[in-house]
């Protein structure tokens, strides 16, 4: 079962249940997919064996073939090339690394090369394998990242759990595709039912079967926790706020070590959604 849990807002506590998920039922395979900012291994503490660079590939122009006619930089959906009078500019920055121009040019001018982008870490507790993306600084385009992580590593047989990023853009769709549960994790404020409204609606466009887990549940107000519930999708589990939680995760403790009855609640949280599934 492929399971992704991700939220509209940051900081509502992704991390916290997907660890926590991954630490109670054990034989797992942890995917860290927040590559701008994967935080898990804090919390998980793997044996990190192995560490890949990333890269997509950029074109390479051949400037002794190239006429200037424009045509890659017409193909380019992303403007990451700039054709002048007598230049060509790649902007790496902006690849996608699509090939498109490569096809579009007329005078077999375009080859490309490796432009390393981020990298993969490899790793091991007990009987978890932990997969991490780590998106480099200063790079900004993480969707191709996530699409190979998901693509090598996360079509196995058994359980996956993925930490999507935040947000509801690209990489959070990404994320989510092809996958047969998203826990969407959220907050009652109307900032987070906010986003939550926003990610509901992406994953009812997508298909995806889906549930709520309330996190810091007694924050927020009655009307909120209403317009949760009416969304139209299972509310899972709730976390309270609390002092205890809070202290256990600024310090890398785990929930289910916080307060260890959460682990027959996230078995529970597990089998309800095997039964949705
Ligand atoms: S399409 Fe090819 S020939 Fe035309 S400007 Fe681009 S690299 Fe040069
Ligand atoms: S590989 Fe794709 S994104 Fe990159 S410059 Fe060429 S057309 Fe643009």
New binding site residues.
Partial sequence: MKVVIGSGKGGTGKTLLSTSLALTLEYVRYLDLDVEEPNAHIFIKPDIRERIPFSIPV?E??FN?????????K?CEFGA?F?GSNT?NVFEKLCHGCAS?KL???????SERPYVIGEISIGKRDKIEYIMGYLKLTEALSTPLIRHIKKEYGMVSGDIIMDAPPGTSCPFVQSISDTDFVILITEPTPFGLSDLEISVEIVRDMKLKAGIVINRADLGSKEVKEKISGLGLPVLLEIPFSREIAVGYSKGIPLVDVLPEYREKIKKLWERIREMV
Wanted: glycine fraction near 4%; charge should be negative; include cysteine.
């Fill in positions: 074109p122009i051949d073939r190239c006429t200037y006619c424009g045509e890659c930089a193909a090339i054709v060509v121009c579009a040019c007329p005078e077999n001018a375009i």
